[in-house]
């Protein structure tokens, strides 16, 4: 099959474009990216070496260039990275986050509609749930659960994911949705929590942690959260959710202590810092659907994955270092 994905150049992106290559060597892959501040092609690569991969600049809302490239490659399936992430910035800058996350998920569904299409996989976040109650572990997030943004990010991602629901439900597009909690692993950009603990902490800086430090994430080891994705797309309903989620709860503050110890660092580095505005408190995925119609899993514990990915980043300081210079203005 030939597949295109957008934001390939970023963290979940190029993970899943080598976990493809790795499971699917007989498929073609194109990736469309924009290459904006996180995006980068170090990232890439090792993927630009081979022969079934092909690297598009554009941004997701460029028609002109995506139906170019629809035109070119009549492409089987889009799986649908592309998307400004940071909450922080989402609430510094909204615009650029409805943009991106809006409008370029019509357009790309337009060219789908416009050309023929597969599948269209749009790739969201647990985010669009809001948060829960810590007090309340029983609690978990369903498909099911309504939606309850907190940010502009969230809000972004909640109404391309309502866009793409209306393109199946009016058009008859053939689309899925899977709803991840919180990646980490290789290529993660140093401005979120775990790879931004771990560079800091390397350089003896302080551990910048948001108000108590008792928020909790559900972690997802992103390789597994590329293997839910590649089993949607080949045995996923049509118009379907998964939820994506790794049974892997974890307090912020708990996290950036691991990794002192795991570095060798004090945790006197450790510096709170005032909260986020509108910071939800929990999220924890169910993933029973993914589990009961797909077989899937997680299959790496958070002991194992947090392991596996500090040493990436001791072992791959050539990617983050330029990236932390230039991106972030940080000295290394």
């Known amino acids: ?8 150049a970023g963290f979940i992106g190029s993970n899943f474009i080598y976990y493809m290559m790795e ?16 995006g980068h092609m170090s990232t890439l690569e090792v993927a630009m070496k081979n022969p079934a991969f092909r690297f598009v600049k554009a941004s997701v809302t460029d028609r002109v260039t995506v139906y170019r490239l629809f035109e070119e490659e009549h492409p089987d399936i889009v799986v649908n990275f592309a998307a400004e992430s940071h909450v922080d910035r989402s609430i510094e800058n909204p615009e650029v986050f409805l943009d991106t996350n809006i409008k370029g998920t019509a357009v790309l ?6 050309y023929g299409i597969w599948r269209y996989h749009q790739v969201s976040t647990d985010e669009v749930y809001g948060d829960l109650p810590l007090e309340r572990p029983d609690l978990f997030f369903t498909e099911e659960t309504p939606i309850h943004t907190s940010s502009p990010y969230s809000a972004s991602k ?7 629901q209306s393109y199946h439900r009016t058009y008859g597009l053939p689309v899925t949705i899977s709803r991840c909690s919180n990646n980490y692993g ?3 950009l140093p401005e979120k929590l775990i790879p931004l603990m771990i560079v800091e902490a390397l350089h003896d800086r302080p551990l910048p942690v948001y108000g108590d430090g008792k928020n909790v994430r559900d972690w997802l080891y992103v390789k597994d959260h590329c293997r839910a994705i590649d089993l949607i797309l080949r045995h996923g309903k049509e118009g379907e959710i998964y939820n994506v989620g790794g049974h ?33 408190r929990r999220y924890a995925i ?23 990915t ?10 983050w270092r330029p990236i932390v210079e230039k991106e972030m203005k940080i000295k290394c």
């Open 1 to 8: 099959m030939k597949i295109i994905v957008t934001g390939g």
């Open 286 to 308: 169910d993933p029973s659907k993914i589990h009961r119609e797909l077989g899937w899993l997680p299959e790496t514990s958070f002991a194992e994955g947090i392991k596996k």
């Open 310 to 319: 500090i040493n990436w980043y001791l072992n791959h300081q050539e990617w």
């Open 248 to 280: 892997n709860e974890m307090k912020n503050i708990d996290i950036v202590k691991l990794i002192c110890r795991e570095l060798g660092k004090p945790e006197e580095l450790i510096t709170y810092v005032e909260d986020r505005k509108g910071h939800d």
């Open 158 to 164: 909640a109404a391309a994911d309502l866009l793409v």
């Open 186 to 188: 290789p290529y993660h």
């Open 23 to 38: 499971k699917h060597s007989e498929d073609q892959i194109i990736c469309l990216d924009a290459l904006t501040y996180a």
């Open 109 to 114: 569904m337009d060219a789908c509609l416009k």
